[in-house]
Nanobody, 120 residues
Framework: QVQLVESGGGLVQAGGSLRLSCAASGSIFSINTMDWYRQASGKQRELVAAITRGGSTNYSYSVKGRFTISRGNAKNTVYLQMNSLKPEETAVYYC??????????????WGQGTQITVST
């Protein structure tokens, strides 16, 4: 059993900053990639940022230069530092991981989501 638990969401004014955290726990052998997605009301879920086991990062064009994804020292935690937030970035933010379990199977897991509301 694997769990992804997110924290750090909330209400922030436009131009402000928030930091999201996601911790993976359970029968994990290795984590291949960890990502952050977001889904605004009435819209499709979209990739925001991704980081590989080797530390390579990828960002959506709209957040480049403002958001930073990083992994913790234990490698089972991922962070998303979000600066200069915009009202249109109000959404539920989801942590996602592709990992290999201790039974040598590779699966994709999602966190429960955390709401971020950016006010004008």
């Amino acid at each position: 059993q694997v769990q992804l638990v997110e924290s750090g969401g909330g209400l922030v004014q436009a131009g402000g900053s928030l930091r999201l955290s996601c911790a993976a726990s359970g029968s994990i052998f290795s984590i291949n990639t960890m990502d952050w997605y977001r889904q605004a009301s009435g819209k499709q879920r979209e990739l925001v940022a991704a980081i590989t086991r080797g530390g390579s990062t990828n960002y959506s064009y709209s957040v480049k230069g403002r958001f930073t994804i990083s992994r913790g020292n234990a490698k089972n935690t991922v962070y998303l530092q979000m600066n200069s937030l915009k009202p249109e970035e109000t959404a539920v933010y989801y942590c996602h991981a592709e990992l290999t379990t201790t039974s040598s199977s590779t699966y994709s897991y999602w966190g429960q989501g955390t709401q971020i509301t950016v006010s004008t």
